[in-house]
C-alpha cells in the first residue's frame, strides 16, 4: 500500500480517485493545551478499542434493562477527534479582508438521515484474474480493495455559529464562515488556509433506518462491490468505516504556518 507525505501540512488529503490519501499531523496549542491533529485510520482503531469493551444491546432483554445501557454508552467520554476537511473553499474579498470559507457535506445520508464526509481512502490492488466481456473477448482484469473513512452527523447539529445555505438550488447546504485576514497576509498565505473538523463520536438516534427507528453506534462497518466493465476492468470492493457522532467545531487555520484564525462552535 503507497502513502505519500506531504512535509509541515497540518492533513494533507490527495483528492484523487483510487490512490492512497496520507496524513502528517501538526501540533497546535489552542487555550494552552496542546491539541493534535488525528489520522482518520487510526482514529477508528481508537475509537474500536472503547467499542470492544462494552456490552451489546442485544444482552439487556426487557425495555427499562436497553434504556439504562443507552445511557450508560450516550454518557461515555470519548474523547474528541480533529480532523482536515478535504474539500474546503475559499474566496477572499479584498473590500472587506477576510475570507469566505465554505464547507459542503455530501447530501444526507439516505438510510439514516445522517450528513456524510469522506476524510479519507486508501486503494491497492489485490490480483489479477482473466475476464471476458459481452462480445466474448478476453479481459486482463484488476482485483482492487478500497479502504474508505467518513464522518456522519446530524446537520442541526453543532457548531450553530455557521450559517447554513442552500447550494446551487439543490437540496445540498454548506456552513459558511467569514474570517478576517489582512490583505498582505492573504495574498501570501490563500493556499496555506484549511478548515479542521471537530469531531465527538457519540450514540445518535435516527428515525429514518430503514423507516424504523434506531439507535445508531458511535461506528458502521459498510461494503461496496463494482463489476469490472469493458472500459473499467476493475473488480473494486470497498470496504467504509463510518463514524457517527457530533460535529463539535469548525477551525479556519494556516496549514503551513499552523496558526489558528478562528473556532466556530
Known sequence: MMKNYFPIVIIALVASGGVSQSYAAQEFQIQNVTVSVDEPFQAVEKVREVIK?????????????????????????LQRLVFKAPFCSRSYNADTQSFRISLIPTIGESKSGLWHLDLARESKTTGKYAGQTAFGASAQVEKVLRQEVSIRWQFDSKPASVSRQ?????????????????????????????????????????TKDQGKSAWLPFLLDEEEHTAPTFRAPYDTTTKRTVLIGQFDELWVVNE?????????N
Do not use: H, M, W
Open 166 to 206: 442552500e447550494y446551487l438550488g439543490f437540496l445540498y447546504y454548506q456552513y459558511v464562515v467569514e474570517v478576517p485576514v489582512p490583505s498582505e497576509q492573504a495574498r501570501a498565505e490563500t493556499e496555506n488556509i484549511a478548515c479542521l473538523i471537530v469531531f465527538r463520536p457519540t450514540l445518535l438516534y435516527s
Open 53 to 77: 469493551s462494552l456490552p451489546t444491546i442485544d444482552q439487556f432483554s426487557t425495555a427499562a434493562d436497553r434504556l439504562r445501557y443507552i445511557k450508560l454508552v450516550s454518557d461515555l467520554p
Open 256 to 264: 503551513r504556518t499552523g496558526k489558528v484564525y478562528a473556532r466556530f
